[in-house]
């Protein structure tokens, strides 16, 4: 039997993207998914093609960064499953601009979404994951531990990610809950040469590409939802891809101007 057979798997931004393919990979697994997004008519094509597949799957509208939804996405899957093993944190948005042309409306309105939302989301979830000894999820990004250019108010937000991800682990760890940051580079998308298209007026070329022009491989959604489902059961405290990126992390704690010399290097 599959660790994950019948855990019960809550997992935000789950009607597309990343999220979508992490609901389907622990559904696979045997786990009950309960997949949310904002939009009904896109939850209801990944719930379909996740029962066609024999998985366990329902659904729940909602905006997390309206509390009240967020209470009541909580209360509807307890109520549903009896209990939750897993939250997974996987809303989120990116941006492009240069950092002296942006305002501190962005800079709330993307802390909303890629901090607060999973403060939010955490809070509702955390009694429930004591009492099974279950998983928090958080999907960060590479810049949630390095900076980049013409990044905008993205890195703030997923730094703030990260130090409330390692808060959560000092502080739980000994109430039986595993906090896992993920913090993956630059994924596959259909839309990744037009996606910032209407931000990037004025910038470099490569800010239209993915990771914001630093010289990386994409990664496969499908490939990253594997690797998060293996981090989660062995309880890993972070998950960075590529790897090869904690050298960077660490140079940039050491030699900051080092650090940044690497990355204006790479910024093609």
């Not at 492009?96 to 305002?103: C, D």
Request: charged residues 20%.
């Amino acid at each position: 039997m599959s660790y994950w057979t019948n855990k019960v798997v809550l997992i935000t931004g789950a009607s597309a993207g990343l999220g979508r393919c992490m609901a389907k990979t622990f559904a696979r697994e045997g786990a009950r998914v309960v997949l949310v997004a904002r939009g009904q008519q896109s939850l209801d094509e990944s719930v379909a093609e996740i029962r066609d597949s024999g998985g366990k799957a329902t659904s729940l509208t909602a905006d997390v960064t309206q509390q009240q939804h967020v209470d009541r996405l909580v209360e509807k899957t307890i109520e549903t499953h009896g209990q939750l093993d897993v939250l997974v944190n996987s809303v989120g948005r990116s941006m492009r601009g240069k950092i002296e042309e942006t305002t501190a409306e962005e800079f709330q309105e993307l802390l909303e979404v890629n901090l607060i939302a999973t403060v939010r989301c955490t809070l509702a979830a955390l009694p429930h994951l004591t009492a099974t000894g279950g998983h928090i999820v958080n999907i960060g990004s590479l810049a949630s531990k390095s900076v980049g250019l013409f990044l905008g108010a993205y890195p703030a937000s997923k730094f703030a990610m990260a130090a409330y991800s390692a808060q959560l682990r000092l502080e739980l760890e000994s109430q039986g809950v595993h906090v896992l940051l993920v913090c993956p580079g630059p994924l596959s998308r259909e839309d990744n040469s037009q996606r910032y298209n209407s931000q990037t007026q004025g910038l470099p070329e490569a800010t239209r590409r993915p990771g914001g022009g630093v010289r990386l491989r994409t990664i496969s959604s499908d490939e990253l939802a594997r690797q998060i489902l293996l981090a989660t059961e062995r309880r890993t405290a972070e998950l960075v891809i590529p790897g090869k990126a904690r050298w960077l992390f660490a140079l940039s704690q050491v030699a900051p101007r080092w650090a940044d010399w690497i990355l204006r290097k790479k910024f093609n």
